[in-house]
Structure formats: C-alpha cells, structure tokens
C-alpha cells in the first residue's frame, strides 16, 4: 500500500477506500491514514487503499507534502507556535483574544523565506499558521531586502506616515519562484482593512484602546496602497503577511487544500466507494480541525459518503451530517496511541462499515 495519493481503477468486485486524516494520537497525517488503510485491507483482503496525507501546517504540512513527493521548499517562522496550526484572528472557546500588537513583527519568517530563495526553488510554501503578528508583512519585505521610507522591521507602529517602498531587491530575490502562503481555512476571507478587517476583529475581541485600533488600521492601509495592492478577502490572514506575499505575486491556500491539490485528491476520490478521515478528536465546535471538514467538503463535491475516525468523538449523529459526514467512531487510546495500536482499534470500524 502506497503512502501517497493512488489513482484507483474501477474494478467491480474490489471496495475502494481514499484514506486522508489529520493527526490521530501520536500519529501524524501519512502514518495514520496508513495505520487505518491497514485496517481495512485486514478486514476484506482485496481493498483498493489510497492514503492521502493532509496537514494544516508546522511540521505535520512539511511531512504530508514530502509524503506526497512534492518537490516544494517548507518554510515558518521557527518563534510560530508549533503546536497551534492556524490561529484564527476571531476568538473560539477558550481561545485568547490577541488584541492589537504595534511592535509584532514577521521578521522571523521573512529571514527563513530568504533563506530558502537563495537556493532558488521552483516554488516556496510559505507556512503563516501560528504567526502571531500583526504588521501586514512589512517585517517580511524588510528580511528580503525591500526599503521604504519608514521603517519596515518595527511592526505596524512603525509603518506610520509610510509612503513608498521599494520592492525590486525582494521581486529580483524571489525571481521565477512560485511563493503559496499557507494559511489557517477560516482566514482566507478575511480583510484585511475596515470594520471587516485584521485590527477591528483583532482589537473588538480583546477590548483594545479605540485609538489604537485607528492608527493601526491606518498604517496597515498606507502600506497596503504603497505595495498598490487593493484589499481583497483573506489579506488579513496571518496578521496580514499576506499582503506582502500577494505583492511579490504570491498567493494564499489552506494545508488541506494544497495537499489535495498536490495529490490530486478530488481525482481519486470521484472513483472511490467511501473516504475516511479522521482526527484525535472531533465535537461540534471543532468539527475535528481543518482536515475533516475539508473531506466533508470533497465528500459532498463528489457524492461519496465519508467516515470519520477519531480517538474522541463529542458529536452526535445529527450534528455530523450537517457538515456532510455519514457517521464517526471513536476508537480511544491515550494520546500517544501508536500505529499498530490504531490498525488493531479500527478494526471493528473497518469491518463493520459496510457498501
């Protein structure tokens, strides 16, 4: 059974399963869906078993892409939170409002992608998710040698009375690279000016000083107008990085989508008979992350019926189809549950599921 994605043939007398889970236990995205795709050729010898891996981003997107054999350069700020893949500007739950940051800046991710531009890839995939800033990438141009007439590295307060900037040392650096912002699914439509944008969300959401929130909208749209980039949805997302990106010609995806476009998922799934995703743990609030309601989407695109796997499942029958999951299992252990754990736990599922 191949890691990467499969395109399957119809055959009528085999199932065809399309595995593409997120993190599951201590597993992430290729070992898991590989751990479970186990499970169901164990169960009826004969099954067709694609694994796709799909990741929202740090270091399960690097992996899921070289899994896919995606010949692209991974690049994050090494201060981004590792464990926090895709934080959005609105506040969830228990999620922290992070207010209006002057000083923050994407320095550290600017620096990496230089890096990487030095080698002179085909294509960067620039990983945003975890970047808590909030300076519409201005500290990005600063590391790839953009200049303008205020300072670039000092966050949003310092973009104050910005006029020009100068991008030709940045575009001759970037040259023919292709640059893809990856970033947290429910930011790719958000604004990045105004009442729908970064600092009105960022700063209504944690009470911010209303001054503050006007200066620093301000500034965001002076830089956005010397970049002569018109705001558009999802500028906002990563504290506005990519703006800048946008600006060298770059463009912004999700994890899940990049994956499933590199692997040519919604191909392999058209000739599927079930797709089964999956996460550590899934409830109504979280919907089990970014991967799950990506396959409940490709589900629905391509009228196949998709399972969920999970260790934890807090989330009833009703609530699931109404974003177009057939049914989820919870097959427990702790959270360093390991693959031959996993493949033995799936074993009812994959037995019991039935076309």
Same mark, same amino acid.
């Given at each position: 059974m191949d890691r990467r994605g499969l395109q399957l043939r119809r055959v009528d007398a085999l +199932?065809? @399963?399309?595995?593409?889970?997120? =993190?599951?236990?201590a597993l992430a995205s290729a070992d898991a869906g590989a751990a479970l795709g186990r499970a169901f050729v164990a169960a009826r010898p004969g099954t067709q078993v694609a694994v796709v891996p799909l990741a929202s981003g740090g270091p399960d997107l690097a992996e899921a892409l070289d899994a896919l054999g995606h $010949?692209?350069?991974v690049v994050r700020d090494p201060d981004a939170d590792p464990g926090h893949h895709g934080h959005h500007d609105h506040t969830h739950g228990d999620e922290e409002p992070t207010g209006v940051d002057p000083v923050s800046t994407s320095l550290g991710v600017g620096r990496a992608l230089a890096?990487?531009?030095?080698? =002179?890839?085909? =294509?960067v995939v620039v990983d945003l998710t975890g970047l808590l800033t909030h300076d519409g990438g201005a500290g990005l141009l600063h590391a790839l040698g953009a200049a303008a007439d205020v300072p670039l590295d000092a966050g949003a307060g310092g973009l104050t /009375?910005?006029?020009? +900037?100068? &991008?030709?040392?940045? =575009?001759?650096?970037? /040259?023919?690279?292709?640059?893809?912002a990856v970033v947290d699914?429910?930011? &790719?439509? $958000?604004?990045? &000016?105004?009442?729908?944008? &970064?600092?009105s969300r960022r700063g209504r959401a944690a009470g911010t000083d209303p001054a503050l929130m006007l200066s620093t909208d301000a500034a965001l749209g002076a830089l956005a107008g010397a970049l002569g980039v018109p705001d558009a949805p999802g500028l906002g997302a990563a504290g506005g990085a990519v703006l800048a990106l946008a600006a060298l010609g770059g463009w912004a995806t999700s994890g899940p989508s990049l994956c499933a476009e590199v692997a040519q998922l919604e191909r392999t799934a058209s000739v599927a008979d079930v797709l089964v995703t999956g996460a550590d743990h899934v409830d109504f609030a979280t919907r089990g992350g970014h991967v799950v309601p990506e396959v409940a989407a490709l589900g629905e695109r391509t009228m196949?019926? +998709?399972? @969920?796997?999970a260790r934890k499942v807090d989330i009833s029958g009703r609530e699931l189809r109404t974003f177009g999951v057939e049914v989820a299992y919870a097959v427990g252990g702790g959270a360093d549950l390991g693959s031959a754990e996993l493949t033995r736990?799936?074993?009812?599922?994959a037995s019991s599921w039935t076309w």
């Open positions: +199932v065809r @399963v399309v595995v593409c889970t997120d =993190r599951i236990g $010949d692209a350069v890096e990487a531009l030095a080698g =002179r890839p085909r =294509r /009375g910005i006029t020009t +900037v100068d &991008l030709a040392p940045a =575009r001759a650096l970037v /040259g023919d690279t292709e640059l893809v699914p429910a930011e &790719l439509q $958000d604004m990045l &000016l105004g009442l729908r944008g &970064l600092t196949r019926p +998709v399972v @969920v796997v736990r799936a074993a009812g599922v």
